[in-house]
């Protein structure tokens, strides 16, 4: 059988299990996607998987990231870290944050 066209890439269907609240940070596995509108529990939405998005950050001494820095999604924290381990991969930076700066700006990838 071949492979059949789905949709564009740049995001993906969700249904949750608990309400969502548009800009929160999903994982399911490996996928890391962000929500792109709030989503009702039990209807279905959607996750963006690709774009840049300002995630939230440490701003701990020691928590900047340089720009172009593979970054990973801390669940736990619900924080992006340049920390890949028991972390999952979210994407690349394209801005610096210093260490005082709440956020960090990603582009997406998987």
């Known amino acids: 059988m071949a492979a059949r066209y789905i949709q ?13 609240t548009a800009g929160d940070v999903v994982v399911q596995g490996d996928l890391v996607g962000v929500a792109k509108l709030d989503i009702l529990a039990g209807r279905l939405g959607a996750l963006a998987v690709e774009g840049i998005f300002d995630f939230p950050k ?3 001494g020691g ?13 736990g924290a619900q924080q992006a870290t340049a920390t890949a381990t028991g972390n999952k991969l979210i994407g690349k930076t394209t801005k610096a944050a210093a260490d ?7 582009r997406l990838f998987q």
């Open 8 to 20: 564009d890439d740049e995001s993906v269907d969700y249904t949750p299990g608990s309400n969502v």
């Open 58 to 60: 440490s701003t701990a």
């Open 63 to 75: 928590s900047a990231i340089a720009v172009g820095t593979t970054v990973y999604w801390n669940a």
């Open 100 to 106: 005082a700066d709440a956020t960090v700006r990603v």
